[in-house]
Structures are given as C-alpha cells and as structure tokens.
C-alpha cells in the first residue's frame, strides 16, 4: 500500500495467511496419506527360520538354478509336473498389496511362494499369480535377488501371455497356439529351445523386470513368454512349458505323466458364459 509521501507499506492479509495455513495443512495431510500408501505397498518378504537366520548371519542363498513362473499356466505347470514330488519345501513367500491383489483386506498373500529342493537345496523355485504393480516391479527384484548369491546363477522365467498380444507380419491362426517365444541377456551362453521372441514383441511385467535386473548385473537368464488362445487354466497351456524345464537336465526332475486326479485338482473348467444372456 502506497501513502500520499509515496512510502510503500507492506501490508499482510489475514485472509492470505488462512488460505496459506490451509493449503500447508492439505500438503501435510497429503504426504502423511503418501507415506502410509508406500508403506503399505511395500513388498516384503518372508522366509521359514533356517533361510532367516542364514540371511541375518551375511550368508546369501546358494542358488545355481532359480526358476520363476509368471502366471497362473505357468504356475501350475511346475505344481503338476514338479512340485507334486515331496522333494520340495516351501521356504518363503512374499507378501504383495496393491488395487488389484486379493489380500486387500491387509492379509498376508500366499500367491508368490518360493521352494527350494531338499536333495539338492541350491535349486529354488518361485510361484507368482498375483498382481505386482509397475511400481513394485523394481523392489520386488532387488529384494529377491539380494537374498541370493549371483555367481553362477541361472535364471529361467516361465511366463503366460495371450496371443492377441503377439504381433507378427503375417497371420497367426487359432491352431499355432499355444507356443513359447524366448528372451535372454547378455551373459546366457546356452540354446534357447524355441525361436527368439521377434519385433516388435516386448515382455512386460515382472518377467521384464527380472531380465532387465539381470542383464544390468551379468546374470544368465531366459525368459520362455507362452502364447496361448485359452484364457484360464489349460493342461494344453501346461504342457508347452515341457522343453524349457527338460533344458536343465538333472536339475529338475519332470512328471512327464501326471496322475488325472493331480490334473483334476490343479485344472478347472471354465464355464464361459456370455455377457448378454445368463
């Protein structure tokens, strides 16, 4: 405000400072919101005692084959024709909370289950068929690969895709799905057993993000995408997964020919109904 001697006095609004106070009090409230949201979004990880008190002494697991399935095919591929042996502990899982995980009522998920093998413990296997966000990708990597050892490590990822999603220059018919593409890094020295993965195809997702963690660390990986035309469970589905476990020999030991009441338990038929009329 200017006076008739041409002095400018600064003159403060209380109606300024109220709107100040409250616009400060928002942003507080914001970032406390913020805050509990990361909190509750984090992913955390939960191992049986003896793999705890291994890690709290420095020790990180021993690991030479980690196999990982993406995808409820994926997942019950290594249910069906490996895990159904009692040759396998559940040693961990991780707990995962989002908008769309099923344990949104704050419970633990058992949708992400780690094994290790009890004859020879260097081999683990992880389960994942629930959702993790894009912004849980990057953690949940790091957190699992930095509970094991990355020196001669081997990564095989298993990964369920549809084939709408599959782009090619010429026409996929209905009768070439399912079928597996594969991605590797850098430091996988071995053959893949099918076909790369052709452009301009991408993997998405935590299958992604593994890769891309282990093509930054120099860590042999492939990843085998399935692209199937069957939404849901599918013993067909399952089947195509076959090769890329057969790869790691002795490693993993296959059910070539499950028993039907292991299939009945894993695999349910889907009843599809249509959308206009029940």
Known sequence: MATFFGEVLSVCSRAVEEDDEDLLEENEEDEQIRRELEEKREVHLHWSPEVSESLKSG?????????????????????????????????????????????????????????RQKDNPSVLICQVTCYVAEDQLFQWTEKVFDCLQHRELNVTVLSDSTVAEYKRADYVSCSSAPFLRSLHSGAFTGQPVCQSLEQPNIVTGLSAAVLNHCEVHRIAAVVYQCYSDVIGLDSVTMETYKPALTKLGKSIQLDPSPSTDVLRKFVRNTNIQSNLYI
């Open 59 to 115: 020790s990180k697991l021993q690991c030479s084959d980690f196999i990982l399935a993406v995808g409820h095919n994926a997942a019950r591929f290594l249910s069906v024709h490996v895990l159904t042996s009692a040759n396998w502990d559940a040693v961990g899982h991780a707990s995962v909370w989002n908008e769309r995980s099923r344990a949104a009522t704050g419970q633990t998920s058992e949708e992400c289950v780690f094994y």
